[in-house]
């Protein structure tokens, strides 16, 4: 009798040990990462880090040389581009980088387009929200934002009011796959570029 109920008991025990180990099994193992299911391409979806390699941090073909106005040409005569970035024939030449008058020598930040040509600075990241795009550059933290909403572009009137921005105002809209940004307000006391080329409150 005694044996009978040991053998019950061991029969037992090995049926919860098989049970344990069958339902141990259809579990994941604790603080394993499952993959994560991969999304559809969607081609609006903007969102990550960017480098940029190669180029000559300047805005057009490597050594040439834009048309000028005037006014243009005496802006030119002022700026003192660090050294070997003396495009232009009538900017100064100079041996020492602290003699430059780069804006971005004295904490400024470089602005819009010079920000995209200049390759100082390697990454910079895209983030996506609900009514504008933001790219966030690595080298000042400053962002750079397209509107989203449908709203309009400032018009001369609201400039007067808004004021210059280092990277303007910026309305964009999709057509079909590719994002259309418009841009206004530059603020003209931040470079083109390397060389020191200027551009104007009221480009566009």
């Known amino acids: 009798m005694r044996n009978r109920f040991i053998a019950s008991i061991l029969a037992l025990v090995t049926m919860v040990a098989f049970s344990m180990v069958a339902l141990t099994q259809g579990r994941p193992p604790q603080g394993s990462v499952q993959p994560a299911a991969k999304k559809a391409f969607d081609p609006h979806d903007l969102s990550g880090i960017y480098i940029r390699r190669g180029g000559n941090r300047g805005f057009g073909p490597s050594a040439s040389i834009p048309p000028l106005t005037p006014a243009g040409e005496e802006i030119m005569k002022v700026r003192i581009p660090s050294p070997g970035y003396n495009r232009h024939p009538l900017t100064k030449k100079i041996d020492y980088q602290e003699e430059s008058n780069d804006p971005a020598f004295s904490c400024n930040p470089k602005g819009f387009p010079r920000i995209v040509l200049d390759t100082a600075h390697d ?21 750079r934002e397209f509107w989203l909403d449908g709203r309009k572009l400032p018009t001369s009137e609201d400039l007067v009011n808004l004021g210059p921005a ?3 105002h910026s309305v964009a809209h999709w057509e079909g796959d590719e994002l259309v940004v418009q841009t206004v307000g530059l603020d003209d006391r931040a470079w083109l570029d390397q060389y020191g080329y200027p551009k104007s409150f009221d480009a566009r």
């Open 123 to 143: 990454y910079h990241e895209v983030i996506l929200l609900p009514d504008r795009i933001l790219q966030m550059w690595q080298e000042a933290r400053v962002p």
């Open 166 to 168: 280092w990277y303007g």
